[in-house]
């Protein structure tokens, strides 16, 4: 049996981007951020943050419509809020597909895109064969 799971992230990123006003515009702490030139540290070596970024990740699903909306259902959805934001930053729902077997394949509603598109934020895929 063939079998497809999600793991979806908004990610709003810029360098003058400053993670704690982005928490207050859209009323969510986010699972990781950074200003640009912060420090972050990874498992060998610490190193300079080159732009700033704001991320709110969903645990892994099997169902992209839910995942997608459970992630929306987290954050506020003001309109003019989210022209603010993605006119000074990047903004944009990353969603990693990983896919067993040889033929997979997933749809998103007409509900659910209409919910991304409102808000001005790209949907952007990685696809990966597990």
């Known amino acids: 049996m063939t079998e497809i799971e ?3 992230s908004l990610r709003i990123q810029g360098d003058e981007l400053i993670p704690d006003r982005v928490t207050q515009l859209v ?3 986010p699972t990781q ?3 640009k030139g ?19 990740q969903e645990d ?12 929306f259902n987290r954050i506020e959805e003001n309109q003019e809020t989210w022209k603010a934001i993605t006119s000074k930053f990047r903004a944009e729902i990353l969603i990693g597909v990983f896919l067993s077997g040889i033929q997979n394949g997933f749809t998103l509603s007409e509900k659910t895109v ?3 598109a409102s808000l001005g934020i790209a949907l952007s895929f990685d696809m990966y064969s597990t």
């Open 6 to 8: 999600f793991k979806v």
């Open 27 to 29: 009323d969510c702490v």
């Open 33 to 35: 951020s950074h200003a």
């Open 38 to 56: 912060d420090n972050i540290e990874t498992r060998n070596f610490v190193r300079s943050a080159p732009t700033g970024v704001w991320i709110l």
């Open 60 to 71: 892994k699903a099997h169902l992209l419509d839910k995942a997608i909306n459970d992630l």
């Open 114 to 116: 209409r919910r991304v």
